[in-house]
């Protein structure tokens, strides 16, 4: 089974940059398309980005242009830099593997397989 522990998380004031990875294990990246999700104070958990094993993307809007998703097989890692960051994007961040080339993008329901999350906090 596969194993995913995010890290990277941390304290940022407003305008600030983070870059968050997730480290898969128990099986080859490439099988897996990667999404990103996060769950903020007392809202539900969203999606707000995702990369296919053939290097598509997809983003949630309120993200779009200051959050990147990348992956390096070689390395079994994905990545999320984040960029401009606002005192919304408080919240903890988990990434999911789904099966590669299913079109999954960043809706929740196809991803089984979850890590413990990574707590990001920015200030105003």
């Known amino acids: 089974q596969v194993q995913l522990v995010e890290s990277g998380g941390d304290s940022v004031q407003a305008g600030g940059s983070l870059k968050l990875s997730c480290t898969v294990s128990g099986a080859a990246l490439r099988r897996y398309c990667i999404g990103w999700f996060r769950r903020a104070p007392d809202k539900e958990l969203e999606g707000i980005a995702a990369i296919d094993n053939d290097g598509s993307t997809a983003y949630r809007d309120s993200v779009n242009w200051r959050f990147t998703v990348s992956r390096d097989n070689s390395k079994n890692q994905v990545y999320l830099e984040m960029n401009d960051l606002r005192p919304e994007d408080t919240a903890i961040y988990y990434c999911?593997?789904?099966?590669?080339?299913?079109?999954?993008?960043?809706?929740?329901?196809?991803?089984?397989?979850w890590g413990q999350g990574t707590q990001v906090t920015v200030s105003s």
């Open positions: 999911a593997a789904g099966p590669a080339y299913y079109g999954l993008g960043i809706r929740i329901m196809g991803y089984s397989d």
